[in-house]
């Protein structure tokens, strides 16, 4: 027999699971500091693309004065201040990665609680509903 | 104002039934609108001009994710500008994968704001995308826009330098390109846009948050003034080239269209229909929920005078009868 509470409560978490659900099951799946750990991986990725973009772009508009001064100037010394440079950049970028993506992970960790004790919801009306059916069946 | 309500509530419910129609086709004009709009302002290569091309990528726009759109703007941008010049589409190309990389990772879903930022100054009414987005956004909505703002600049600097690169010798390509990223990194116009933006996002939102009586006017009036005095001090430091008249004439514009998005958008609880399928033990269910439409048509007070005409000596009876209406329509 159809039971209308059941199904407006399935159709609730339907939507949800196809809408918001989605992207939250996905977090859901792993353990926070596995998840926090590859985004902030794929966090030290881009910036160290950026980096060499936008490193790309200022050696190529000075491109004549490099080339001039690239056999006079210290290597070493460039390379260390090149390398600060690109530490601390990556540093701050991937830290404030850290902050937005813990932010997300316990955010979808509460919604999915929320998923999660509508399932037990579910569960209880089947139960309610094939308890009320036993005496039937027994009949 | 009540009339408004239920003109509002009826529209709801119409993007309610219809939703499955409306989103795409909104989706298809508004890839339309974006294509043409750049072939316009860019339009080198002639492929691309072509309408056909044009309604083909706005039709496959309706009914694939958003993201698409974008990327088929970005795409069609860096094109018509390769077909200019290799080193505008460069540097060009590196903003965008810059701008991808560091921000639009953590927010896809702002991506849109770089499409409508730029589409809204070009149609003299600049304001209007902070106003959203520090009505409906977070402070980090200020990026969104500032990225947008940026998209403008470059774009707009490269048309209006057209004849400038166009003299510059092939051979010449680094002078060419360095011309460019000067439009980028020394561009003044585009710094004190970014900032005012950026400004108006955050007072807008700053204000709508606050508990005050009618907070959402206030924020929008005191963002299109921050906005409007942000621009105004930077041409006067920096001597920037913003031509201030169409901006004047443009902030109410972009005043009462961010007032009547809010009205009709930002203010309701946007319901659609939704489609799902699930199944039990027992059944499979195709579930189609519609949102339900609920009219509050305003009470009618009616009230009768009727004279008895049989008595000897003329009585008044008055008769009052109050009827509330409050129907409930699927």
Same mark, same amino acid.
């Not at chain 2, 499955?20 to 004009?29: E, G, Q, S, V, W």
């Not at chain 2, 690169?165 to 990194?185: F, M, P, T």
């Not at chain 2, 929920?289 to 009618?300: D, E, G, I, Q, R």
């Given at each position: 027999?159809?039971?209308?509470?059941?199904?407006?409560?399935?159709?609730?978490?339907?939507?949800?699971?196809?809408?918001? #659900? @989605?992207?939250?099951?996905?977090?859901?799946?792993?353990?926070?500091?596995? $998840?926090?750990?590859?985004?902030?991986?794929?966090? %030290?990725?881009?910036?160290?693309?950026?980096?060499?973009? %936008?490193?790309?772009?200022? *050696?190529?508009?000075?491109?004549?004065?490099?080339?001039?001064?690239? $056999?006079? *100037?210290?290597?070493?010394?460039? #390379?260390?201040?090149?390398?600060?440079? $690109?530490?601390?950049?990556? #540093?701050?970028?991937?830290?404030?990665?850290?902050? %937005? $993506?813990?932010?997300?992970?316990?955010?979808? @960790? @509460?919604?999915? @609680?929320?998923?999660?004790?509508?399932?037990?919801?579910?569960?209880?009306?089947?139960?309610?509903?094939?308890?009320?059916?036993?005496?039937?069946?027994? #009949? | 104002?009540?009339?408004?309500?239920?003109?509002?509530?009826?529209?709801?419910?119409? =993007?309610?039934?219809?939703?499955?129609?409306?989103?795409? +086709?909104?989706?298809?004009?508004? +890839?339309?609108?974006?294509?043409?709009?750049?072939?316009?302002?860019?339009?080198?290569?002639?492929?691309?001009?072509?309408?056909?091309?044009?309604?083909?990528?706005?039709?496959?726009?309706?009914?694939?994710?958003?993201?698409?759109?974008?990327?088929?703007?970005?795409?069609?941008?860096?094109?018509?500008?390769?077909?200019?010049?290799?080193?505008?589409?460069?540097?060009? &190309?590196?903003?965008? &994968?810059?701008?991808?990389?560091? =921000?639009?990772?953590?927010?896809?879903?702002?991506?849109?704001?770089?499409?409508?930022?730029?589409?809204?100054?070009?149609?003299?009414?600049?304001?209007?995308?902070?106003?959203?987005?520090?009505?409906?956004?977070?402070?980090?909505?200020?990026?969104?826009?500032?990225?947008?703002?940026?998209?403008?600049?470059?774009?707009? =600097?490269?048309?209006?330098?057209?004849?400038?690169?166009?003299?510059?010798?092939?051979?010449?390509?680094?002078?060419?390109?360095?011309?460019?990223?000067?439009?980028?990194?020394? /561009?003044?116009?585009?710094?004190?846009?970014?900032?005012?933006?950026?400004?108006? !996002?955050?007072?807008?939102?700053?204000?709508?948050?606050?508990?005050?009586?009618?907070?959402?006017?206030?924020?929008?009036?005191?963002?299109?003034?921050?906005?409007?005095?942000?621009?105004?001090?930077?041409?006067?430091?920096?001597?920037? /080239?913003?031509?201030?008249?169409?901006?004047?004439?443009?902030?109410?514009?972009?005043?009462?269209?961010?007032?009547?998005?809010?009205?009709?958008?930002? /203010?309701?609880?946007?319901?659609?229909?939704?489609?799902?399928?699930?199944?039990?033990?027992?059944? =499979?269910?195709?579930?189609?929920?519609?949102?339900?439409?609920?009219?509050?048509?305003?009470?009618?007070? !009616?009230?009768?005078?009727?004279?008895?005409?049989? /008595?000897?000596?003329?009585?008044?009876?008055?008769?009052?009868?109050?009827?509330?209406?409050?129907?409930?329509?699927?």
């Amino acid at each position: 027999m159809l039971n209308e509470e059941r199904i407006r409560l399935m159709t609730k978490m339907a939507a949800y699971e196809e809408n918001e #659900g @989605k992207r939250n099951m996905a977090i859901g799946h792993y353990f926070r500091s596995d $998840y926090i750990s590859l985004q902030m991986m794929k966090s %030290v990725i881009s910036a160290t693309l950026t980096f060499a973009i %936008v490193l790309g772009i200022l *050696i190529f508009y000075d491109f004549e004065a490099v080339m001039k001064e690239v $056999y006079q *100037i210290d290597l070493m010394e460039t #390379g260390r201040k090149l390398l600060l440079i $690109y530490v601390i950049f990556t #540093g701050i970028y991937t830290l404030i990665s850290y902050l %937005v $993506y813990s932010y997300r992970y316990s955010r979808a @960790k @509460k919604s999915l @609680k929320k998923y999660y004790s509508h399932l037990q919801t579910l569960s209880d009306l089947y139960e309610d509903d094939s308890r009320r059916q036993e005496p039937f069946l027994r #009949g | 104002m009540t009339n408004l309500l239920v003109w509002k509530e009826y529209l709801k419910g119409i =993007y309610g039934k219809y939703e499955i129609y409306i989103t795409p +086709a909104a989706k298809f004009l508004l +890839a339309l609108i974006t294509l043409l709009q750049i072939n316009r302002s860019l339009g080198y290569m002639s492929r691309l001009n072509s309408l056909m091309v044009v309604l083909v990528v706005a039709l496959l726009s309706s009914f694939l994710p958003m993201n698409f759109m974008i990327l088929t703007a970005a795409l069609f941008i860096v094109l018509h500008l390769y077909a200019f010049s290799l080193e505008c589409a460069v540097v060009v &190309l590196a903003l965008f &994968l810059v701008m991808f990389l560091l =921000y639009f990772r953590f927010s896809p879903k702002d991506t849109v704001m770089v499409l409508l930022t730029p589409m809204c100054c070009s149609m003299h009414i600049p304001f209007l995308m902070p106003l959203a987005a520090g009505l409906t956004g977070t402070p980090a909505s200020a990026v969104s826009v500032g990225c947008g703002a940026v998209v403008y600049s470059i774009l707009r =600097y490269l048309s209006d330098n057209t004849s400038t690169l166009n003299s510059i010798d092939e051979e010449n390509a680094i002078q060419k390109y360095r011309y460019v990223v000067d439009g980028l990194l020394n /561009n003044k116009t585009m710094l004190v846009m970014v900032g005012a933006f950026a400004a108006t !996002v955050l007072v807008v939102y700053l204000i709508r948050r606050l508990s005050l009586n009618h907070a959402w006017t206030i924020a929008m009036v005191a963002g299109t003034l921050v906005a409007m005095a942000a621009l105004l001090v930077g041409d006067l430091i920096w001597d920037t /080239n913003i031509s201030i008249i169409p901006i004047l004439i443009g902030a109410p514009f972009s005043l009462a269209l961010a007032k009547l998005l809010q009205f009709f958008v930002f /203010n309701v609880d946007y319901s659609r229909t939704e489609y799902v399928q699930f199944e039990d033990d027992e059944y =499979y269910y195709y579930v189609k929920a519609v949102p339900k439409l609920t009219v509050a048509k305003p009470s009618k007070t !009616v009230k009768k005078i009727t004279a008895q005409k049989r /008595n000897a000596t003329p009585r008044m009876t008055g008769s009052m009868v109050k009827k509330s209406n409050k129907s409930g329509m699927k």
